[in-house]
């Protein structure tokens, strides 16, 4: 089956950066999206961002413009870099990989994220 792999957490302080890899076990171009999810304690899931295989992006609004997404086809790897961490963003980050023509959905072990001071 298909593996996905994350790292990069860690604790960080707030104002401070992060950036987070998901490597796949295979060509990330075969997913039609490749996106992060995080959940905080308490909290519901929630969509971060996430990458169409066509390059096309998406945000929450709560990490708009402090968040980024990217892909390294080459390295079967998708990034989203964090900057301007703040307490909120403290989260389990999980790597999801969808594959809509099976109706296929893929998701990482998750690393945790935690933003204090």
């Known amino acids: 089956q298909v593996q996905l792999v994350e790292s990069g957490g860690g604790l960080v302080q707030p104002g401070g950066s992060l950036r987070l890899s998901c490597t796949a076990s295979e060509s990330i171009l075969r997913f039609n999206v490749m996106a992060w999810d995080r959940q905080a304690p308490g909290k519901q899931r929630e969509l971060v961002a996430a990458i169409t295989n066509g390059d096309i992006t998406n945000y929450a609004d709560s990490v708009k413009g402090r968040f980024t997404i990217s892909r390294d086809n080459a390295k079967n790897t998708v990034y989203l870099q964090m900057n301007s961490l703040k307490p909120e963003d403290t989260a389990v980050y999980y790597c999801?990989?969808?594959?809509?023509?099976?109706?296929?959905?893929?998701w990482g072990q998750g690393t945790q994220v935690t933003v204090s001071s």
């Open positions: 999801k990989a969808d594959y809509f023509p099976r109706r296929e959905a893929y």
